[in-house]
């Protein structure tokens, strides 16, 4: 997938889950919002996995444990979510770790928790880390 695509899927999964914000507002369980997320990317076409596996392997190839991502989109965008009163360092660095250990490229966390829609784009490679603390932040007001 190109950067071009990657950030327009992005642009597409960010709408689609303030628009839920919007809809649902705060205060569900996360099992709500991702079943929500799931089910309006499906409508739209959008290739979605629940609850998709991420492998973490040694250096040499040894299965080591598995994460699962909330949702995985188009086999290229790993989405967690969370329903916490702000979003923390240790969410940044639980995205982090799913995208190194899997190896995928890219990866959306939201927040369903607080009043005001929070989300962040990650991007991971292999020479370039984002660390915590260092994303990109796309916060939008719900008034």
């Known amino acids: ?20 914000h919007l809809y649902l507002g705060h205060g569900h369980l996360e099992k709500v919002y991702e079943n929500a997320l799931s089910h309006r990317l499906l409508k739209q076409g959008i290739e979605v996995k629940q609850q998709h596996p991420l492998r973490v392997f040694d250096e040499d190839g040894t299965i080591l444990g598995e ?13 967690e979510l969370k ?11 639980q995205i982090l770790a799913y995208l190194k250990s ?6 959306l966390l939201i927040n ?11 991007a991971w490679s292999k020479n370039t880390q984002v660390s915590p603390g260092n ?3 796309l916060v939008r007001s719900l008034r």
């Open 83 to 93: 329903t916490a009163k702000a979003l923390a360092l240790e969410h940044e660095s």
């Open 67 to 79: 994460y699962f991502a909330d949702l995985y989109v188009k086999g290229a965008l790993v989405v």
């Open 112 to 122: 369903f928790g607080s009043p005001k829609f929070q989300i962040r784009k990650f």
């Open 102 to 107: 899997a190896k995928v490229g890219h990866g």
């Open 135 to 137: 994303s990109t932040n």
């Open 1 to 20: 997938m190109t950067e071009r695509e990657i950030n327009a899927l992005c642009d597409q999964v960010r709408q689609t889950a303030y628009d839920i």
